[in-house]
């Protein structure tokens, strides 16, 4: 079976006046039907920029972007939950969440629209909550709310830039498990960016580890641990350390 997500030999230089910073220098991988895919890598190196190239919100100098499903222009359907939720604070959670399907070329009815709101409203446990505003929200509900906009136009792969990161370890466990939720029941395949070792083990089945700008595949990590994973299993213990130490060329982790 042919890989939902190829990325091939992508490179990326930004340059500022006289200052050339090579950011990504080959970077190659793919992702597999329903696999959840961590990339990790020393802060700077370039991860998010990988994510917005692969969301085609920013252009690679080299290299080729494949993917296996795209919509009837042509492009990758691929959606991006950002770090900050990024909803629009003068509409509803509803009116949020259904933003781009009425504008997606895939023409739906409203009431499609509705039927695929109300879905992704009761995946996300906001039924209740479908004409409160953002501000009415708390932290996690914003980022449910970001992930079931994201979810709305069905994308062959759902991208993640450490859409957890501003959350309390309580809630940000808690969305974490709603990540493995959503996988089992949309069977939706998703690459995520995380700079938490534990976070990524606890969802992966692959990390991707970047090395320190230019960045390169470093390595990629298998972690055949079955879910629900607990974090004193020595094996979990063991691919946690030797992440840390990959990614310690330069710089540590933050938790």
Do not use: C, W
């Given at each position: 079976m042919a890989p939902v997500l190829s990325i091939e030999g992508i490179t990326k230089t930004f340059t500022d006046g006289e200052s050339i910073c090579r950011t990504l220098d080959g970077?190659?991988?793919?992702?597999?039907e329903n696999e959840i895919v961590c990339i990790m890598g020393p802060s700077g190196c370039g991860k998010s920029t990988l994510l917005r190239i692969?969301?085609?919100?920013?252009?690679?100098?080299?290299?080729?972007i494949r993917e296996a499903s795209k919509d009837k222009t042509g492009k990758p359907t691929t959606a991006m939950v950002?770090?900050?939720?990024?909803?629009f604070p003068w509409?509803?959670?509803?009116?949020?969440?259904?933003?781009?399907l009425r504008l997606s070329v895939q023409k739906l009815s409203e009431e499609e629209i509705a039927k695929r709101a109300e879905g992704?409203?009761?995946?996300?446990?906001?039924?209740?909550?479908?004409?409160a505003y953002p501000h009415q929200l708390s932290g996690g509900m914003k980022q449910r709310a970001s992930v079931a906009r994201a979810l709305a136009i069905k994308p062959s792969v759902l991208l993640m830039d450490e859409?957890?990161?501003?959350?309390?370890?309580?809630?940000?466990?808690?969305?974490?498990?709603?990540?493995?939720?959503?996988?089992?029941?949309l069977r939706t395949t998703i690459l995520l960016v995380t700079?938490?070792?534990?976070?990524?083990?606890?969802?992966a089945d692959r990390i991707i580890v970047l090395s320190a700008r230019p960045a390169v595949v470093a390595g990629i990590l298998y972690v055949d641990i079955p879910h629900p994973r607990e974090m004193a299993n020595p094996e979990f213990l063991k691919i946690r350390e030797t992440i840390i130490r990959m990614v310690r060329g330069k710089e540590g982790l933050r938790e």
């Open positions: 970077i190659s991988f793919e992702v597999e692969i969301n085609d919100l920013e252009h690679a100098d080299t290299g080729t950002f770090q900050d939720h990024a909803l509409l509803t959670v509803y009116d949020n969440i259904v933003y781009g992704l409203l009761s995946l996300t446990h906001l039924d209740s909550f479908a004409k859409p957890f990161s501003a959350l309390d370890p309580f809630t940000r466990r808690e969305l974490e498990d709603e990540v493995m939720r959503i996988r089992e029941d700079h938490n070792p534990t976070e990524a083990i606890y969802l």
